[in-house]
């Protein structure tokens, strides 16, 4: 193997080896070093423009911003010098000249970059004893708001407008401090990844309208997911409190996402919140549904589905965990697996290879194909007379609830009661998305792996607990006490997740064996 | 149309020589003149061999930063296969200078042989001009230059029948100051907003178009044909005997608090005294020079004292802390209050800040919301150390150095005029605007 050629330097005393062409920005990241900045960001061009990012690198002249300047062999670099802390601290003060302390009612309070430096090296009092600058707000329309005052001018939401969305609705308007972020005339913010602006921006000038006045940063717990808003999987973060999806946010993921997701996938969270959960395991009996223990409504469906070919209607969000024990119970009955993808519009991100809003509103019907399920836009017409019916978290379309009646026993397996059912004979309540571990495939193939945000509701199971418990009940082995065991046994029967483990994926995931067989034409 | 003041006998005039001249602006009046001979010379020199000639001269930059014109030409490497892009710098932004503005008025097909020949010495098939957009007197006459000269063949394809294409275009800038800085003025012949841009990569590497690019001065390139006719030695002469660094001729605008303003040729190393008070008449009667800013206004201001002992060219001016830059003279005399003049300027600059560095954006409009506000009357002690200490944060720190020309006179003229601005805090009175001198 040919060595690749590094560039040594040290940087705060430490030695870093790095790639040659690599900024001294980020080879002090590797190092554990972060150097304070506000208009660098990996995912966009290089401004330049804040000048927070002064480092002093011996032999030269001048401060240099290390967002711009590459390594060089044998560089000396020095972030915290005196002469360095004094740049940051007069950036600092003139970024607070006109910005309003308003970080008892500004939504980025908490996770604010400007707060965080002044708090960290600024100066404890301000010299400016002029009147400040003020401004109205401005809705950009979409999702987001300018709050010119608390602008610093980092011009991300710009570079990220110009060079990533390639829809160039943003600019700098005016000079000298009288600058402002601007919109083309006529123009709106509607750009379908024009969101990720508020997630760029540093301090609170750009703010979400759907998040605005919601939660405060430190009340929000995070946790790493992926967005189920289309076959991409965007790699996500879901921010929760109370037990209650506040928003989601991009995770970076360069294999997926790079830094970015778009408006459709954060928008899509409510659904996480519904309050019409099915939330204990019932029974059909002769007064209409009844709440019954786990183990009597295990039993009871198994009772309906054994010695039947069992046909699965599935969910594509449903988890690769959840859809392998399904496939197991439908190749034990010789029945038929079946999943319907919603389709939609794509949007492609332009400056990010293979990113876009994917026509395949679904998380997981890559899975689904790998795991034995049929893919058809009327699913139900694979199921047989005399079929017994699980129905696996999807809803059915109004000719589709009617045509269920030829099912020979109906078992529900969902969040809520699928939309047009109108009989079920035993209802299994699970957790949804946020609420359990598992894995999805995304439709490059790329096995990735979601957290449990939030507590399921009522006597509601995980998926994978509640179809490895009826698995059981059928007779079949499947003693599963963790979602990565499920995996396990998942990995180890299906060739294509071979090799794979919850521990292997981590929290950036892996392709499957033949993932190349995804590399073609986006769906 | 007449030139505003006769030549002094201790001008020496090479670029100014026809000013005034209104046959001057024709192809053919410039012809009659020797013009043109050298571009023809040119094009049958090969490009370094030009080059050699004009590192040769001692030839440097007169927009302000004095780099060597022949060593900045010789960066450009000569069929490399990429397109190659010359820009003449004509946005001439900066207050109290107006040197280029004359020599296109009056001289435009000297500008354009400079650019001629330019263009052929760093091998680049086309020259953009950008001038400033408010000159529309200069744009006008060097617009109709270039229909002349592009009828004739002069430039164009097959320029002066050698084979080689010289396209030359005149762009004119929408008036901003900050797009005079090189990078923001290829920024704004690309169509895009005139920031400047971070340097490395450099023009010479990565300009116009992400091509190959110089940026020369009018006053720069139009020095070249003389070069060439004249020869390297010519040029050289016109320097101090100690001191080679200089050569040449050098146009100074002169404005403000002197009996007469203008423009005017001396050679390098002129002694500036009597440059101030002979040449251009000295102050108003009745009153005498306070201080000068020699290099147009984003210079350290120097005292009369310190003018009067220094001699004009690079070195010289440097000897008494200040620069040559562009050489636009701004005189203040004796009436005139410091701490006004001081904040005047740094309203431009405040006004121009490109936005984009944070120091620049803010330190230039705080600098000048205290100054006005000392000027008000409302000033207090503790203003004039906080004016230094933004001032510092302003300099060495920010892409282009427009935050460093603000600070510059700032500091500079705390450090001589400090009592001025104590005795304005002290007395919390507002300095009363002098008369207009007649």
Same mark, same amino acid.
């Not at chain 2, 004009?54 to 930059?61: P, T």
């Given at each position: 193997?040919?060595?690749?050629?590094?560039?040594?330097?040290?940087?705060?005393?430490?030695?870093?080896?790095v790639a040659p062409g690599t900024t001294i920005l980020e080879a002090a990241k590797s190092a554990g070093v972060l150097i304070p900045h506000y208009c660098y960001h990996p995912g966009l061009p290089v401004a330049g423009v804040?000048?927070?990012?002064?480092?002093?690198?011996?032999?030269?002249?001048?401060?240099?911003?290390?967002?711009?300047?590459?390594?060089?062999?044998?560089?000396?670099?020095?972030?915290?010098?005196?002469?360095?802390?004094?740049?940051?601290?007069?950036?600092?003060?003139?970024?607070?000249?006109?910005?309003?302390?308003?970080?008892?009612?500004?939504?980025?309070?908490?996770?604010?970059?400007?707060?965080?430096?002044?708090?960290?090296?600024?100066?404890?009092?301000?010299?400016?004893?002029?009147?400040?600058?003020?401004?109205?707000?401005?809705?950009?329309?979409?999702?987001?708001?300018?709050?010119?005052?608390?602008?610093?001018l980092c011009t991300r939401c710009v570079r990220f407008m110009d060079d990533v969305a390639h829809d160039a609705v943003l600019n700098v308007s005016e000079r000298g401090d009288r600058a402002f972020i601007g919109k083309f005339?006529?123009?709106?913010?509607?750009?379908?990844?024009?969101?990720?602006?508020?997630?760029?921006?540093?301090?609170?000038?750009?703010?979400?309208?759907?998040?605005?006045?919601?939660?405060?940063?430190?009340?929000?717990?995070?946790?790493?997911?992926?967005?189920?808003?289309?076959?991409?999987?965007?790699?996500?973060?879901?921010?929760?409190?109370?037990?209650?999806?506040?928003?989601?946010?991009?995770?970076?993921?360069?294999?997926?996402?790079?830094?970015?997701?778009?408006?459709?996938?954060?928008?899509?969270?409510?659904?996480?919140?519904?309050?019409?959960?099915?939330?204990?395991?019932?029974?059909?009996?002769?007064?209409?549904?009844?709440?019954?223990?786990?183990?009597?409504?295990?039993?009871?469906?198994?009772?309906?589905?054994?010695?039947?070919?069992?046909?699965?209607?599935?969910?594509?969000?449903?988890?690769?965990?959840?859809?392998?024990?399904?496939?197991?119970?439908?190749?034990?009955?010789?029945?038929?697996?079946?999943?319907?993808?919603?389709?939609?519009?794509?949007?492609?991100?332009?400056?990010?290879?293979?990113?876009?809003?994917?026509?395949?509103?679904?998380?997981?019907?890559?899975?689904?194909?790998?795991?034995?399920?049929?893919?058809?836009?009327?699913?139900?017409?694979?199921?047989?007379?005399?079929?017994?019916?699980?129905?696996?978290?999807?809803?059915?379309?109004?000719?589709?609830?009617?045509?269920?009646?030829?099912?020979?026993?109906?078992?529900?397996?969902?969040?809520?009661?699928?939309?047009?059912?109108?009989?079920?004979?035993?209802?299994?309540?699970?957790?949804?998305?946020?609420?359990?571990?598992?894995?999805?495939?995304?439709?490059?193939?790329?096995?990735?792996?979601?957290?449990?945000?939030?507590?399921?509701?009522?006597?509601?199971?995980?998926?994978?607990?509640?179809?490895?418990?009826?698995?059981?009940?059928?007779?079949?082995?499947?003693?599963?006490?963790?979602?990565?065991?499920?995996?396990?046994?998942?990995?180890?029967?299906?060739?294509?997740?071979?090799?794979?483990?919850?521990?292997?994926?981590?929290?950036?995931?892996?392709?499957?064996?033949?993932?190349?067989?995804?590399?073609?034409?986006?769906? | 149309?007449?030139?505003?003041?006769?030549?002094?006998?201790?001008?020496?005039?090479?670029?100014?020589?026809?000013?005034?001249?209104?046959?001057?602006?024709?192809?053919?009046?410039?012809?009659?003149?020797?013009?043109?001979?050298?571009?023809?010379?040119?094009?049958?020199?090969?490009?370094?061999?030009?080059?050699?000639?004009?590192?040769?001269?001692?030839?440097?930059?007169?927009?302000?930063?004095?780099?060597?014109?022949?060593?900045?030409?010789?960066?450009?490497?000569?069929?490399?296969?990429?397109?190659?892009?010359?820009?003449?710098?004509?946005?001439?932004?900066?207050?109290?200078?107006?040197?280029?503005?004359?020599?296109?008025?009056?001289?435009?097909?000297?500008?354009?042989?400079?650019?001629?020949?330019?263009?052929?010495?760093?091998?680049?098939?086309? $020259?953009?001009? &950008? /001038?400033? *957009? +408010?000159? #529309?007197?200069?744009?006008?006459?060097? =617009?109709?230059?270039?229909?002349?000269? %592009?009828?004739?063949?002069?430039?164009?394809?097959?320029?002066?029948?050698?084979?080689?294409?010289?396209?030359?275009?005149?762009?004119?800038? $929408?008036?901003? &100051? /900050?797009? *005079? +800085?090189? #990078?923001?003025?290829?920024?704004?012949? =690309?169509?895009?907003?005139?920031?400047? %841009?971070?340097?490395?990569?450099?023009?010479?590497?990565?300009?116009?178009?992400?091509?190959?690019?110089?940026?020369?001065?009018?006053?720069?390139?139009?020095?070249?044909?003389?070069?060439?006719?004249?020869?390297?030695?010519?040029?050289?002469?016109?320097?101090?005997?100690?001191?080679?660094?200089?050569?040449?001729?050098?146009?100074?605008?002169?404005?403000?608090?002197?009996?007469?303003?203008?423009?005017?040729?001396?050679?390098?190393?002129?002694?500036?005294?009597?440059?101030?008070?002979?040449?251009?008449?000295?102050?108003?009667?009745?009153?005498?020079?306070?201080?000068?800013?020699?290099?147009?206004?984003?210079?350290?201001?120097?005292?009369?004292?310190?003018?009067?002992?220094?001699?004009?060219?690079?070195?010289?001016?440097?000897?008494?802390?200040?620069?040559?830059?562009?050489?636009?003279?701004?005189?203040?005399?004796?009436?005139?209050?410091?701490?006004?003049?001081?904040?005047?300027?740094?309203?431009?600059?405040?006004?121009?800040?490109?936005?984009?560095?944070?120091?620049?954006?803010?330190?230039?409009?705080?600098?000048?919301?205290?100054?006005?506000?000392?000027?008000?009357?409302?000033?207090?002690?503790?203003?004039?150390?906080?004016?230094?200490?933004?001032?510092?944060?302003?300099?060495?720190?920010?892409?282009?150095?427009?935050?460093?020309?603000?600070?510059?006179?700032?500091?500079?003229?705390?450090?001589?005029?400090?009592?001025?601005f104590e005795a304005l805090i002290k007395t919390k009175t507002v300095h009363a605007v002098p008369a207009v001198v007649a």
């Amino acid at each position: 193997m040919a060595d690749t050629p590094t560039v040594n330097l040290t940087i705060e005393g430490r030695p870093v080896a790095v790639a040659p062409g690599t900024t001294i920005l980020e080879a002090a990241k590797s190092a554990g070093v972060l150097i304070p900045h506000y208009c660098y960001h990996p995912g966009l061009p290089v401004a330049g423009v804040c000048r927070m990012c002064l480092v002093e690198v011996e032999k030269f002249p001048k401060l240099a911003p290390s967002c711009a300047t590459a390594v060089a062999e044998g560089q000396v670099v020095h972030v915290h010098s005196e002469k360095a802390r004094e740049a940051r601290k007069g950036v600092l003060e003139m970024l607070l000249i006109n910005h309003p302390l308003d970080c008892p009612i500004c939504d980025q309070s908490g996770e604010c970059e400007l707060q965080d430096y002044t708090y960290q090296e600024g100066r404890k009092d301000s010299r400016y004893r002029e009147p400040k600058r003020f401004n109205p707000a401005d809705d950009f329309g979409g999702d987001v708001l300018y709050v010119q005052n608390r602008c610093i001018l980092c011009t991300r939401c710009v570079r990220f407008m110009d060079d990533v969305a390639h829809d160039a609705v943003l600019n700098v308007s005016e000079r000298g401090d009288r600058a402002f972020i601007g919109k083309f005339e006529g123009k709106d913010l509607t750009h379908p990844w024009a969101a990720n602006v508020v997630d760029l921006c540093p301090v609170g000038a750009l703010l979400s309208k759907d998040f605005l006045n919601k939660a405060r940063a430190w009340e929000l717990d995070r946790t790493a997911s992926v967005c189920t808003g289309c076959s991409q999987g965007c790699n996500i973060i879901v921010e929760t409190r109370d037990n209650t999806v506040m928003r989601l946010r991009p995770r970076s993921n360069e294999s997926v996402n790079q830094f970015f997701m778009c408006d459709h996938g954060r928008g899509n969270y409510r659904w996480l919140n519904r309050r019409d959960r099915l939330e204990s395991p019932s029974i059909l009996g002769a007064n209409g549904h009844s709440t019954v223990d786990w183990e009597v409504a295990l039993e009871g469906a198994a009772r309906v589905l054994k010695g039947k070919r069992v046909f699965v209607l599935a969910s594509p969000n449903l988890s690769n965990e959840a859809l392998y024990l399904l496939a197991r119970i439908v190749r034990k009955s010789g029945g038929v697996g079946a999943y319907r993808v919603p389709q939609g519009a794509v949007a492609p991100l332009p400056g990010v290879d293979d990113l876009a809003l994917r026509a395949d509103r679904a998380a997981n019907a890559t899975g689904a194909k790998l795991l034995g399920f049929t893919r058809s836009e009327s699913p139900l017409e694979l199921m047989q007379p005399g079929d017994a019916l699980i129905v696996a978290d999807q809803d059915l379309s109004e000719a589709e609830g009617a045509a269920v009646a030829r099912a020979s026993a109906i078992v529900v397996v969902g969040t809520a009661m699928p939309a047009n059912l109108t009989r079920a004979d035993i209802i299994l309540p699970i957790a949804n998305i946020v609420e359990e571990e598992g894995t999805l495939t995304n439709l490059r193939g790329r096995v990735q792996r979601f957290l449990q945000a939030k507590a399921t509701p009522g006597m509601a199971r995980p998926s994978w607990y509640v179809l490895a418990d009826l698995l059981a009940a059928l007779g079949e082995r499947a003693e599963y006490f963790a979602a990565a065991d499920a995996f396990a046994a998942l990995a180890a029967s299906e060739p294509a997740f071979a090799g794979l483990s919850f521990e292997a994926l981590g929290l950036r995931g892996l392709p499957v064996v033949d993932a190349a067989q995804f590399a073609g034409a986006a769906t | 149309m007449g030139y505003p003041h006769q030549p002094h006998p201790r001008e020496t005039l090479v670029l100014s020589k026809h000013f005034g001249e209104g046959d001057a602006r024709s192809l053919d009046g410039w012809k009659k003149r020797g013009g043109y001979k050298a571009l023809e010379t040119a094009l049958g020199m090969d490009p370094v061999a030009i080059q050699n000639v004009v590192k040769e001269s001692g030839l440097r930059g007169r927009g302000g930063a004095g780099f060597p014109t022949g060593l900045k030409w010789s960066f450009m490497k000569i069929g490399d296969g990429k397109p190659h892009y010359l820009c003449c710098n004509a946005d001439e932004s900066e207050p109290g200078t107006f040197k280029d503005r004359e020599i296109m008025r009056w001289t435009p097909h000297a500008l354009i042989e400079g650019v001629a020949i330019g263009a052929h010495a760093i091998g680049a098939e086309n $020259a953009y001009i &950008y /001038i400033r *957009g +408010e000159f #529309t007197e200069p744009i006008a006459v060097m =617009e109709a230059a270039l229909v002349e000269a %592009r009828n004739a063949g002069v430039v164009g394809k097959n320029a002066m029948g050698s084979g080689k294409t010289v396209n030359v275009w005149v762009h004119r800038g $929408a008036g901003a &100051y /900050i797009c *005079g +800085e090189e #990078t923001a003025l290829m920024n704004s012949i =690309e169509g895009r907003r005139g920031n400047p %841009r971070i340097k490395p990569p450099f023009p010479a590497v990565a300009g116009l178009f992400g091509k190959p690019t110089t940026i020369n001065n009018v006053e720069t390139l139009t020095a070249v044909p003389h070069i060439l006719n004249h020869g390297a030695d010519w040029y050289k002469k016109m320097s101090r005997p100690d001191n080679p660094k200089s050569t040449g001729t050098k146009l100074w605008s002169v404005c403000g608090n002197i009996q007469r303003p203008g423009n005017y040729e001396v050679e390098m190393g002129f002694p500036f005294g009597e440059f101030l008070n002979d040449v251009c008449g000295g102050a108003p009667q009745g009153r005498t020079i306070k201080a000068v800013i020699p290099g147009g206004c984003s210079v350290p201001i120097i005292t009369r004292e310190e003018a009067e002992r220094a001699v004009m060219d690079y070195e010289g001016m440097m000897a008494v802390g200040t620069m040559l830059g562009s050489a636009g003279c701004i005189v203040i005399d004796s009436a005139q209050s410091m701490p006004r003049q001081i904040a005047r300027l740094a309203r431009f600059y405040a006004h121009e800040s490109c936005a984009q560095c944070t120091q620049c954006r803010e330190g230039t409009a705080w600098t000048t919301k205290i100054l006005e506000r000392i000027v008000a009357g409302d000033g207090t002690a503790e203003d004039l150390d906080t004016l230094l200490e933004i001032g510092e944060n302003m300099t060495g720190k920010t892409i282009c150095v427009l935050s460093d020309s603000c600070a510059t006179p700032v500091s500079s003229g705390l450090a001589k005029f400090r009592h001025e601005f104590e005795a304005l805090i002290k007395t919390k009175t507002v300095h009363a605007v002098p008369a207009v001198v007649a």
